[in-house]
């Protein structure tokens, strides 16, 4: 699904850190769009409209390569300044209090509470297709059936949602979650961040609705 024609052309930084599927994500934003460019320059990932977070691999290496490239940093200016984020896969994991991987613990990014600790479920790794439930307000999920499906890769996920928010005036996160063996959170919408457990660029036409509702926001 293409965004018309006369729709300005907005800029994404999908962020090379050495953690994630960037080239797959180039194609899917591209098709949908977006101007794009895959970097790790600093400016260039500021100044964008949108920054993209992809994430393979373990939860700690992804933490490490993020900071060694100042990427802890960068997503927190960014949000600071109320400028969108999404993650993808363990791109969305780092943005949680912390992980836990083989009795490892390793500090997040902290921007929501919360722990990812493995699946528990008869298969694991959970591969292939699922479908999510999105709250009725979201707009991550605008224009999908709720039978669409999405592809997911991984064995790692948060199975609690802790964050209230008491203030009236700031809108509360809106929380999307699949099944697995058990209930686990799949995307969330809060403010300028968004984030997706599974892989929209790896979802066919679901996946470009998705990222076609990102950068309708930016």
Sequence with gaps: M????TTPRKKVVVFDYGFGNVRSAERALAHVGADVEITRDFDKAMNADGLLV??????????????????DWLVGRR???GRPVMGICVGMQILFERGIEHGVE????????????????????????NTVKAPEDSELFAGLDADARFYFVHSYAVHDWSLDVTNPRIRAPRVTWATHGEPFVAAVENGALWATQFHPEKSGDAGAQLLTNWIGTL
């Design 106 to 129: 390793t500090e997040g990014l902290d921007e929501w509470p919360g722990t990812v600790e493995p699946l528990k479920a008869p298969i694991v790794p959970h591969m292939g297709w």
């Design 2 to 5: 293409e965004l018309s024609t």
């Design 79 to 81: 949000l600071s300044g």
């Design 54 to 71: 992809p994430g393979v691999g373990a939860f700690s290496a992804c933490m490490q390569g993020l900071r060694e490239a100042r990427g």
